[in-house]
């Protein structure tokens, strides 16, 4: 009886395996430390989460675990490397070592305040114009597939701060070449993930952060900001919204690495103008109606601002030297020309979604090899 089961278990074994039958749904696991309502999750990884199901009929399948519950900010990088998670989102300067030259780019975050065009340039450069930039992720045991910009920063402080002058002595959170612009300010920057700023403004750890205006809602912001200056702090720009852990990207068959790629124009496109420009639009209304102080930085922030974009020709490629990174300038130079293609582009592009992801399959992922990423 036993080698009759066994037999027939065979023959069943072998039937499915050359019938052509769908092979087992593989199940991934996306860990984000951003929660579940913050425009990065809701607006961009969850509906391609479904996209990409529904395009490989269900044979590849993602898990959001948001909230930090497997990651935080800054151990991402090394949670995709180590396979603890099979991808999640990275942000460059929480790992300046490790991808140093990716921080080029982030660093460049007073060069274009067009949310849509900065995106474009930045993804552009990443996967197209600097194979150092994906030579890190690759040391680092990942694959970048997609990322994107977040519109221009402001300054949101859990106490009346509506001038420069005000801006002395502040402990602000800052990243990347925002510390030193926090520094031209006069304050000082203290380097904390966006949603660890939250509880610190509460304690008094913080007085200020260096904040998206969409983070008003998404992240609690609303609930900690009692004034706000209305003018650009930088903005972050390569992010990695999809960077895979190697292993996991070379589990999936050809078919499936391209079903992915396919899905990256659309996520970028929408996080950047659903989550981004027109969330700003929302949460802007919403502090205003909550009594929030917003003041326009006025001539003398303009004028410090000319200073730092200045200092910054200098002071980004001196620290990435020292990081290491043998030609910034030439990865900077790179950026600036695909930022000038996209500033075109974007006039074109205004806020559809549509019409963005369009222009990111043409400008960028009809150029690469899902076999050889």
């Given at each position: ?206 007085d200020c952060a260096v904040a998206s205006p969409g ?41 499936h690495k391209k079903a992915m790629l396919k899905e ?110």
């Amino acid at each position: 009886m036993f080698k009759k089961l066994a037999f027939t278990f065979f023959a069943i074994t072998l039937t499915y395996a050359f019938s052509g039958a769908p092979a087992q749904a593989k199940d991934y696991v996306y860990g984000s430390f951003f929660g579940a309502k913050a425009s990065e999750n809701s607006i961009g990884v969850a509906p391609t989460i479904k996209e990409i199901e529904k395009a490989t009929n269900g044979a590849i399948k993602w898990k959001l675990l948001a909230g930090g519950q497997v990651v935080s900010g800054r151990g991402t990088l090394a949670a995709i490397r180590d396979k603890l998670i099979d991808s999640g989102l990275v942000v460059a300067p929480f790992t300046r070592k490790e991808l140093a030259t990716n921080n080029t780019i982030f660093d460049m975050g007073f060069h274009g305040t067009d949310v849509v065009a900065v995106s474009g340039a930045s993804v552009e450069t990443i996967l197209v114009s600097c194979p150092e930039c994906l030579a890190e992720y690759k040391k680092n045991n990942a694959v970048f597939l997609g990322g994107y910009a977040l519109s221009p920063f402001r300054l949101m402080c859990a106490k009346k701060v509506t001038s420069l002058a005000d801006i002395a002595n502040k402990k602000i959170r800052a990243v990347g070449s925002t510390a030193r612009w926090i520094k031209l300010l006069g304050g000082a920057p203290v380097s904390v993930p966006a949603p660890e700023a939250v509880p610190a403004m509460q304690r008094g750890a913080l007085d200020c952060a260096v904040a998206s205006p969409g983070w008003l809602m998404a992240l609690g912001y609303m609930e900690v900001t009692k004034s706000l200056i209305d003018f650009t702090f930088g903005s972050p720009r390569g992010v990695g919204l999809w960077v895979l852990n190697r292993a996991a990207w070379d589990s999936m068959s050809l078919q499936h690495k391209k079903a992915m790629l396919k899905e990256m124009p659309m996520s970028q496109a929408r996080l950047t103008i659903e989550g981004y420009v027109k969330n700003d639009l929302r949460n802007f209304s919403a502090a205003r109606a909550k009594g929030i102080t917003i003041t326009k930085g006025g001539p003398k922030f303009s004028a410090k601002l000319l200073v730092h974009i200045a200092n910054e020709e200098k002071a980004i490629p001196a620290q990435l030297k020292g990081l290491g990174v043998k030609n910034p300038e030439r990865i900077m130079s790179a950026f600036k020309v695909n930022l000038k293609k996209w500033e075109a582009l974007s006039k074109d592009i205004g806020t559809d979604v549509d019409k963005f992801a369009k222009a990111l399959q043409t400008h960028i992922y009809d150029k690469l090899d899902a076999g050889k990423l």
